[in-house]
Nanobody, 128 residues
Framework: QEQLVESGGGLVQPGGSLRLSCAVS????????IGWFRQAPGQEREGVSC????????YYSDSVKGRFTISRDNMKDTLYLQMNSLKPEDTALYYC?????????????????????WGKGTLVTVSS
C-alpha cells in the first residue's frame, strides 16, 4: 500500500530552522516525483518545493526560494525539506505528495499530472 508519512514539524521562533521528513513506502522514488505543499488556516494550498524522479531537478516557489532546500535519500525512501530563516507566514500544515512530475509556472510549484498519493501532514508553527 502506498504511503507517505511526514514528521519534523513543531514550534520554532522566527529566523529559526526545521527539517521535515517524508518517509514513503509502497512505491519508488525513481518513478514518482515528490512535492512539498502547505496550507495555512483559511488559505489555499500552496506548492512549496518539488524534486523530480527522473533527474533530481528541484523546484521552489518564489516565497521560499533561497530559504528552503528539498532533498531525497532513495536508499532510505525518504525526502527532506530543510527550512531556514523561517517567518511567521511559513506557519502551516506541511505535507508531501507523489505524482508523475514537477511543474513550475509563474513562480508556483506543483505536481504535473496531479497528486497520486499524499500524506496527512506535519504542523509547523513559527512564532515568538
Amino acid at each position: 500500500q502506498e504511503q507517505l508519512v511526514e514528521s519534523g514539524g513543531g514550534l520554532v521562533q522566527p529566523g529559526g530552522s526545521l527539517r521535515l521528513s517524508c518517509a514513503v513506502s509502497g512505491f519508488s522514488l525513481d518513478v514518482y516525483s515528490i512535492g512539498w505543499f502547505r496550507q495555512a488556516p483559511g488559505q489555499e494550498r500552496e506548492g512549496v518545493s518539488c524534486i523530480s524522479a527522473s533527474d533530481g531537478s528541484t523546484y521552489y516557489s518564489d516565497s521560499v526560494k533561497g530559504r528552503f532546500t528539498i532533498s531525497r535519500d532513495n536508499m532510505k525512501d525518504t525526502l527532506y525539506l530543510q527550512m531556514n530563516s523561517l517567518k511567521p507566514e511559513d506557519t502551516a500544515l506541511y505535507y508531501c505528495a507523489a505524482g508523475p512530475g514537477c511543474s513550475l509556472v509563474r513562480g508556483a510549484v506543483g505536481l504535473r499530472g496531479g497528486m497520486d498519493y499524499w500524506g496527512k501532514g506535519t504542523l509547523v508553527t513559527v512564532s515568538s
